[in-house]
C-alpha cells in the first residue's frame, strides 16, 4: 500500500472529479441517496460513555448515570464521531452530550404517519438521520435543514409491511427489520437497502434487530433459540456465516456494537417480556465472558459513545499572497501526479491580488471551471503563480482573467501565452459589469444568482463560495450592487432572467434594497426573492451556509479582517463547505454556534492564514466545537500547502491489523443543497 492511501485527516478522500456528472451527483446527495458514501470516522474508534434510552449517559467503569440536560426521549443513538446525540419523544431532538445545542428536527414529509418516531441512527457520516415512523423508513439532514422524508420507493416498501431498527453500515448501506403479514407482527427478517444500487435484499431470515459492526463487516441480530430464548448472532453483512453469541436462560434484546467492534453491548432481560427487570450487559468476542454494566438497571437500547477523531488544519504560506498558492497546493494536483483525495485542474482563475472588487466572483468561476484561484500583481504573473500554473495545469488549458486592462495587464497575458496556457480575459467596463460578465462564463441559463454588495468582500466571497458550491454542474453565480444601487449592466443581466425560472438570493441588506427598490421591466408585477441577512460578516456567512448546504462535512475558517485569505479559503473549499469569517483572538460565536450545531457531520475545520489571521486559540476553539471533546481531534500544519513528513509517517503508524490505515479522512465533496423556501419573500414591482 502506497503513502497516497495512507492519510491521515491530510487530503481530502474523494478522488479527482472530473466531469459534471460526478459532482452532480454529490450535490443531489439529498434527493437520491447513493453518491459515495463518508466514511464513519477512524477505525477503530475508542469507546465513551453507554447511552440509554431517557436520555442518560453511563460511565461504563464507574456506573455513573447522568439524563442528558434539556432533552427527553427514547431510541437514543449516537454521531458517528460521538459529537451528538439524537432522540425522540414526539419529534427528533439532536443534542450535544452535554445538552446544550439542541435541535429540533421537522415531522416528516411524505410518510405514511409521522405520529411518533423510533429506531433512530446517524446516516452518511454524521450528513443523515435515518428513522422509523409508522412502519417506513424516512431519512433527513440531522441540522434539520429540511424534513426527513422516505427513504424507500413504494415499491420497494409496500403498504403491508413494517420496517424498524434501521442500522448503518460506514459504506452506505442501511440494514433493517422488516416484518410482513399478520398485522407486521410475524415473518421477521433482515433487509439491506444499497443505496449505490438502489436495490433492497433480504439476507437473513428469522431475524431481528440487526445493528451493523463499525467497519460494517458483519451484522449482530437477535434470533430466537431452540428454546425459544431471545439470543444475540453475529453474520457476514451479506447474512452468511451465522453464529450465536449468547447462551442460556435469559432473553437478550437490542445489540449494539462497542467502537472497537471486540465488544457487543444489549438488554439482558430476565424474562421474554420488554416491561421486567433487566440489565445492561456485553460480551466479549473473543472470549464469550459476559459483564454487566454498573448503573444501567431498567436502561434500554444501550450504546456505546464512538470517540472518533475530527481534523483541523491550518493552510499558509509566508503573506496573504503566498497563501492563495499555498491554497490551490494543498487542493489541486500537480499535472501527471496523483495524490489521493487531491483533484485535478482544467484551469485556472487569476486575480489582481490588490484588488477585492474584481476578485470577488472569482471562486464561483474557479468552481465551475474546476481549478485554483491565483492572485497576481497586475503588471505581470508572479513568480510563485508562474510555477503554480506550470504545476497544476497542462499545457493548452485556459487560464481566466478577471478584469480588464487596468486590473490585470497585457503583459499578464503574454505571459500566460509564453507558459502554453490559453488566456481567456472576462471583464467588463467596472466591476458590476465585470461581475454579470463572469456569471454569464458560468452559466447563460442560471438556477441561481447572488446579489450581492461590491463594497462587502466578506459576504460576496461567501456567496461565491456557495455558487461554485456544485463544481462543474455549477449554474449560478455572483453579481455586485453599488451600495443600494444596481448599475445598469447588473440591472440589464437580472431583467433578462426570469425570477420564476431562477432564484435571485440577496446577500446582506444594501444588496436587498437594490433589489426591492428597482423597477425591472420584464418581471412580473410581484415576484419572489430570497433574502439572506446577518448583522454582521460572521453572522451573514454563517446563515449563508446554513441556507445553501445540508450538514457539511468541512468548512473553511478566514479572518474577517483579511479578504485575500476568505479568497484562497472560498477556491479552495467551495465544492467541499462553506466559508465562515471569524474575528480574533477567539473564535467568533456565530461561527462557533454554527460548528456545534453541525458538529454530527462536520469532521473538518480548515484554517486558511497564519496564526496572525486565525489564531490558534480560534482553530482549536472550532476544533473542539466539531468534536466530542477538545481532545478528540488532530491538527495538521501546511505550510505553502505541503503536507507534513509527520501526517505521513503517522499514518503508518495507525495501521489496523489488517493493514487498512487505522484512520482515515471523511473529507469528500457534498456539492450544494440549497434549502431557501422558508425564506422566500414576494415583492410587488
Not at 409491511?161 to 442500522?167: A, F, I
Not at 450581492?452 to 455586485?480: F, K, N
Not at 433578462?496 to 423597477?519: E, F, Q, S
Not at 410581484?526 to 446577518?534: A, D, L
Request: glycine share 10%; aromatic share 8%.
Amino acid at each position: 500500500m502506497g503513502d497516497d492511501h495512507l492519510r491521515l485527516f491530510t487530503r481530502r478522500r474523494a478522488a479527482a472529479l472530473a466531469t459534471a456528472a460526478a459532482l452532480a451527483a454529490v450535490g443531489t446527495l439529498a434527493t437520491a441517496p447513493g453518491a459515495a458514501a463518508d466514511d464513519a470516522g477512524p477505525w477503530p474508534g475508542t469507546e465513551g460513555k453507554i447511552l440509554t434510552d431517557g436520555p442518560v449517559l453511563v460511565d461504563p467503569a464507574t456506573g455513573k448515570a447522568a439524563a442528558v440536560a434539556n432533552v427527553y426521549g427514547d431510541y437514543a443513538a449516537w454521531a458517528p464521531d460521538g459529537s451528538r446525540l439524537i432522540s425522540a419523544a414526539s419529534q427528533i431532538s439532536s443534542i450535544r452530550p452535554s445538552g446544550s445545542s439542541k435541535i429540533t428536527l421537522p415531522w416528516a414529509e411524505g410518510v405514511r404517519s409521522s405520529a411518533s418516531y423510533e429506531d433512530l441512527t446517524f446516516w452518511w457520516g454524521g450528513r443523515y438521520v435515518v428513522l422509523s415512523t409508522g412502519g417506513q423508513l424516512a431519512y433527513g439532514p440531522s441540522d434539520g435543514s429540511w424534513a426527513p422524508r422516505p427513504l424507500l420507493t413504494a415499491a420497494q416498501e409496500p403498504a403491508d409491511v413494517c420496517d424498524n431498527d434501521p442500522t448503518v453500515s460506514p459504506s452506505g448501506p442501511i440494514a433493517f427489520e422488516r416484518r410482513v403479514n399478520y398485522g407486521c407482527y410475524d415473518n421477521a427478517g433482515v433487509y439491506v437497502y444499497d443505496p449505490a444500487a438502489k436495490t433492497v435484499k433480504r439476507v437473513l431470515t428469522n431475524a431481528e434487530q440487526p445493528a451493523y459492526s463499525p467497519d460494517g463487516s458483519r451484522l449482530a441480530f437477535v434470533r430466537k433459540d431452540t428454546d425459544g430464548k431471545f439470543q444475540i448472532f453475529t453474520a457476514k453483512a451479506d447474512g452468511t456465516d451465522v453464529k450465536q453469541v449468547t447462551t442460556g436462560p435469559r432473553y437478550y434484546l437490542n445489540p449494539s456494537w462497542s467502537p472497537t467492534g471486540t465488544r457487543i453491548l444489549f438488554d439482558a432481560h430476565t424474562t421474554g417480556d420488554s416491561a421486567d427487570t433487566h440489565t445492561t450487559e456485553y460480551v466479549d468476542l473473543a472470549t464469550g465472558a459476559l459483564t454487566a454494566v454498573p448503573g444501567t438497571p431498567q436502561g434500554s437500547n444501550p450504546s456505546w459513545q464512538p470517540l472518533r477523531k475530527n481534523a483541523t488544519a491550518r493552510i499558509w504560506g509566508s503573506d496573504s499572497y503566498a497563501t492563495a498558492v499555498a491554497a490551490s497546493r494543498w487542493t489541486w494536483n500537480k499535472v501527471g501526479g496523483h495524490v489521493a483525495g487531491l483533484m485535478d485542474a482544467k484551469a485556472a482563475v487569476l486575480t489582481n491580488r490588490d484588488n477585492a472588487e474584481y476578485s470577488l466572483g472569482a471562486p464561483a468561476l474557479a468552481g465551475k471551471k474546476q481549478g485554483p484561484v491565483l492572485t497576481t500583481p497586475r503588471t505581470g504573473l508572479s513568480a510563485a503563480v508562474k510555477a503554480e500554473l506550470k504545476r497544476v495545469l497542462k499545457r493548452g488549458a485556459n487560464v481566466y482573467l478577471v478584469g480588464g486592462t487596468p486590473i490585470l495587464s497585457d503583459s499578464v497575458v503574454s505571459q500566460v501565452k509564453a507558459l502554453g496556457f490559453v488566456p481567456k480575459r472576462v471583464s467588463g467596463a467596472d466591476r458590476y459589469a465585470t461581475s454579470v460578465a463572469v456569471a454569464k462564463n458560468i452559466t447563460t441559463s442560471p438556477k441561481y444568482v447572488f446579489l450581492a454588495s461590491g463594497s462587502d468582500a466578506y459576504g460576496a466571497l461567501a456567496a461565491s463560495a456557495a455558487a461554485g458550491a456544485d463544481g462543474t454542474a455549477s449554474s449560478g453565480g455572483v453579481v455586485l450592487t453599488n451600495g443600494k444601487k444596481l448599475t445598469a449592466s447588473v440591472k440589464s443581466y437580472l431583467n433578462a432572467l426570469n425570477p420564476k425560472k431562477t432564484m435571485v438570493i440577496t446577500v446582506g441588506a444594501d444588496a436587498k434594497y437594490a433589489l426591492t427598490h428597482t423597477a425591472f421591466s420584464r418581471w412580473p408585477s410581484s415576484y419572489s426573492y430570497y433574502p439572506i441577512s446577518g448583522s454582521t460578516k460572521e453572522a451573514l456567512a454563517v446563515n449563508i451556509a446554513k441556507f445553501w448546504w445540508s450538514a457539511p462535512s468541512n468548512v473553511a475558517l478566514a479572518y474577517s479582517g483579511s479578504w485575500r485569505d476568505g479568497l484562497a479559503a472560498a477556491a479552495a473549499m467551495n465544492v467541499f463547505g462553506p466559508v465562515l469569517w471569524t474575528n480574533r483572538p477567539a473564535l467568533s460565536n456565530d461561527p462557533k454556534n454554527y460548528l456545534l450545531r453541525e458538529s454530527a457531520s462536520t469532521n473538518s475545520a480548515i484554517a486558511f492564514g497564519a496564526t496572525g489571521a486565525v489564531t490558534a486559540d480560534a482553530l482549536n476553539t472550532a476544533g473542539a466545537a466539531i468534536s466530542a471533546s477538545s481532545s478528540q481531534f488532530v491538527y495538521t500544519a501546511y505550510r505553502n500547502g505541503d503536507e507534513p513528513a509527520s501526517a505521513r509517517m503517522s499514518s503508518y503508524a495507525l495501521r489496523s491489523n489488517d493493514g487498512q490505515p487505522a484512520t482515515v479522512a471523511r473529507t469528500g465533496p457534498v456539492g450544494a443543497d440549497p434549502h431557501l423556501e422558508q425564506l422566500r419573500t414576494v415583492q410587488h414591482q
